[in-house]
């Protein structure tokens, strides 16, 4: 398999897009280094083949969005929105990253080896988040389906008004969010928590996570709860 | 939208290139800013019984043509001072050795459209519309000397585009503030203050929050107290950026709604609302780069 190389200081990030978009699905390269990212806004977005790309520095916004079936790896930071609405494939952010990381994302893994800030896996469809440091206020907000493991702490309102979507804790949760609640670890889950960890390649022992799910309180609306949740 | 960047040099042979560096900053926010630009420079202050204003002539009859060193005869002539005075086009520095109140009723009562854009013993401020990069070269921002830096690219939401509504805003002496967000009560703030002779020069809800944190510090709050007074009273969206002479402060608001990240090298600390603004500086690669928290304070010293 061919490796390309993409200098965002000297070609148009267009350019790598377009390649990613059309060149890529002939399936002769294999591996695209992505150099000067310089905090561009949506590197590697919309892929939709099995290809891996390195970014090498600080993403920008949206980095890896909508990814599909691609291993998308970012060497240092990631803007607001990395790998939103993800189907497949895996979104690996060394650094750390900003508010709204893994939004809505339906599939795929989501690593981020930092700390993700505000709304991490906002909305949650099915995908996978790891992240190795810390996750800021209304993390996991109406997350429907899928696992986020948290290595480090939370913040506030975790899992407010989560659905079917599952949470693993190994530090402090400063709160819980309407309707969240700590559950007992099973079997099940702590193998779920050891692979998703070994897929990551972060070193936790998985007996040490808390399980928060939802009460399923707030499926029905309850005229009586006055709106005290 | 919005954009703001702050640069302050620990290395002082880096005080001669501050304006070198800051401009691909500014302009780098060029898309979250479009229609204004400003930025208030701060540098060794002057002696105790001087002061110097940053004066805007856009908005006179006059604009760019304005008669600058007839205003310092003026001021001879009226109030038997002697002022300096440092033109470029429509701007210019005032340097005078009287109390300042004194001179800037004197230029409102006889130059009512001349706009005072900042007063202080270190603060020059420089803001107008235009692009980024017009505004630069407009005012020279490349050739700007300095330890620390305040600026902004703005896109209004909040109030129209005119040169005394772009950031940086100023109240008191040597304080300064830029904003990326929008408040929801700056008339609360505004009715606050009004009553406690606080006169308020534009609509801009940026403006509130100006005069609410300089008014707590003439109170005697030091920085730290003043912008926790500020999470209580402050409502709304925001990332402030404050400049004094000696400190840089940010804050954001306990959503984080609107961006910002930081680079620390042992040359300088650069802010920005996002890195794309930081990535032409020298060592970047290698710099502590980290997105501040909601809620939480950040002062950087001079």
Not at chain 1, 5 to 33: C, I, M, S, W
Not at chain 1, 187 to 212: N, T, Y
Request: hydrophobic fraction near 40%; proline fraction near 4%.
């Amino acid at each position: 398999m061919e490796r390309l190389t993409f200098d965002l200081a000297a070609q148009p990030l267009r350019e790598l897009n377009t390649f990613l978009h059309t060149g890529a699905k002939e399936g002769k390269v294999g591996h695209v280094t992505v150099l000067n990212p310089d905090g561009a806004h949506n590197i590697a977005v919309g892929l939709d083949c099995p290809i891996e790309v390195e970014v090498v520095g600080h993403a920008g916004y949206y980095a890896g969005g909508m990814n599909k079936s691609a291993t998308v790896t970012i060497t240092g930071s990631a803007g607001t929105g990395v790998a939103e609405n993800m189907m497949s494939g895996k979104v690996h952010v060394k650094g750390f990253a900003s508010n709204g990381a893994g939004a809505s994302a339906h599939g795929g893994l989501l690593v981020i080896e930092g700390d993700a800030g505000l709304r991490c896996g906002i909305s949650l469809k099915g995908g996978d988040i790891v992240v190795g440091g810390s996750v800021g206020s209304f993390s996991a907000f109406m997350a429907q389906a899928g696992r986020m493991v948290i290595c480090g702490d939370a913040g506030d309102a975790l899992g407010d008004s989560l659905y079917e979507a599952v949470l693993y804790v190994k530090g402090k949760v400063k709160s819980l969010g309407a309707d969240a609640q700590y559950e007992e670890m099973t079997e099940a889950d702590i193998a779920a928590v050891a692979s998703l960890l070994d897929q990551a390649g972060l070193d936790h022992d998985p007996k040490a996570f808390r399980r928060i799910a939802s009460q399923r309180a707030l499926y029905h609306w309850n005229a009586d709860a006055n709106q005290e949740y | 939208m919005c954009g703001i960047v702050g640069l302050l040099v620990k290395t002082p042979a880096l005080r001669e290139k501050l304006g070198e560096l800051m401009v691909p900053m500014l302009i780098g926010m060029t898309e979250r800013g479009p229609d204004s630009a400003g930025l208030a420079v701060f540098g060794t202050p002057l002696a105790d019984s001087q002061r110097k204003i940053s004066l805007y002539s856009g908005l006179t009859e006059d604009g760019a043509d304005f008669n600058w060193l007839g205003l310092t005869h003026e001021l001879k002539a009226h109030l038997g001072v002697n002022a300096s005075i440092t033109p470029k086009g429509n701007h210019a520095i005032l340097g005078f050795d009287i109390a300042p109140t004194v001179v800037k009723r004197w230029i409102k009562e006889h130059h009512p459209k001349l706009h005072i854009l900042s007063t202080g013993r270190s603060i020059d401020l420089y803001k107008d519309i235009g692009t980024p990069a017009e505004v630069a070269a407009r005012y020279g921002f490349d050739k700007l000397t300095g330890s620390h830096l305040v600026g902004h690219t703005r896109m209004a939401t909040e109030s129209a585009v005119t040169p005394d509504r772009a950031h940086p805003f100023t109240a008191g002496e040597d304080f300064c503030l830029v904003h990326n967000g929008s408040l929801s009560n700056p008339n609360g703030i505004r009715r606050m203050l009004e009553p406690r002779g606080i006169t308020f020069e534009t609509d801009n809800d940026t403006e509130a929050a100006c005069r609410f944190l300089e008014w707590r510090l003439r109170e005697g709050d030091d920085l730290e107290t003043a912008l926790q007074k500020g999470f209580e009273e402050l409502d709304g969206f925001f990332t402030f950026l404050m400049g004094t002479p000696d400190k840089l402060a940010l804050i954001r608001d306990p959503f984080a709604c609107k961006p910002a990240v930081v680079a620390e090298t042992d040359d300088y600390v650069a802010i920005a609302s996002e890195f794309r603004s930081l990535a032409h500086l020298p060592g970047v690669k290698h710099a502590t780069v980290f997105e501040p928290a909601p809620e939480e304070m950040y002062v950087w010293n001079a």
